[in-house]
């Protein structure tokens, strides 16, 4: 990875030349504590209906957790996946005071909108 193109993923930038990864880390990077997002939010924000693809960007994840690939969840506020483990996504965003409803995270209150 080309230092440059990381400084742009950590700021939340999308460039040109960047790879899908990479635009959905940049994406992600925009999630602020105690916010999450969706996968298929993600998808959209990169023009495409592709949430897996997003799902398998945020598995690869290098920058984490300054990449915080923890604040995304499914669109009906599941926790689905984490390459740590769904235990540990829980644990995380419950410290960061992400509220849940019937063991899903209440996006009613916490979900963001993202924003180019």
């Not at 993923?9 to 602020?32: D, H, S, Y």
């Not at 897996?52 to 599941?78: E, F, I, L, Q």
Request: glycine share 10%; with cysteine.
């Amino acid at each position: 990875m080309k230092p440059k193109t990381e400084a742009e993923i950590l700021a939340g930038r999308i460039v040109k030349g960047m790879t899908f990864n990479e635009q959905a880390w940049a994406v992600c990077a925009r999630v602020p504590k105690g916010k999450v997002t969706t996968y298929a939010a993600i998808a959209r924000e990169l023009g495409t209906q592709a949430y897996r693809a997003v799902g398998n960007a945020m598995n690869k994840n290098p920058y984490a957790p300054r990449v915080p690939c923890h604040r995304v969840v499914g669109s009906d506020g599941s926790l689905t996946g984490f390459a740590a483990g769904v235990d540990k996504k829980k644990r995380l965003l419950r410290a960061e005071g992400v509220p849940f409803v019937n063991g899903r995270v209440d996006l009613a209150k916490c979900a963001m909108t993202l924003v180019v």
